[in-house]
Nanobody
Framework: QVQLVESGGGLVQAGGSLRLSCAPSGSIFSINAMGWYRQASGKQRDLVATKWGGITNYADSVKGRFTISRDNVNDTVYLQMNNLKPDDTAVYYC?????????WGKGTLVTVSS
């Protein structure tokens, strides 16, 4: 079964940048939608950014700072995160919908220090 593998998380100071990557362990065909969610400790999982067709949606808290993108050659999904804030600290999960099936990664931890 295809799995999504996130990478790029880590510890960064406030104001810094990170780029998260999400790559499938095998071939995924007909990706219809992709997205990033995050879950802070003790809180629910929230949407960060989604991209479906030509429509991109961002949480208000990350607009202007985060950018979701995709490399169509290797089906890798990215989340560029700039001007990070301590409130961005969370486990970040990527998700992809392909041929009616939703896939989730296991998450990568992002910690932003003040």
């Amino acid at each position: 079964q295809v799995q999504l593998v996130e990478s790029g998380g880590g510890l960064v100071q406030a104001g810094g940048s990170l780029r998260l990557s999400c790559a499938p362990s095998g071939s995924i065909f007909s990706i219809n939608a992709m997205g990033w969610y995050r879950q802070a400790s003790g809180k629910q999982r929230d949407l960060v950014a989604t991209k479906w067709g030509g429509i991109t949606n961002y949480a208000d808290s990350v607009k202007g700072r985060f950018t979701i993108s995709r490399d169509n050659v290797n089906d890798t999904v990215y989340l560029q995160m700039n001007n990070l804030k301590p409130d961005d600290t969370a486990v970040y999960y990527c998700t992809v919908v392909a041929s009616g099936v939703r896939y989730w990664g296991k998450g990568t931890l992002v910690t932003v220090s003040s």
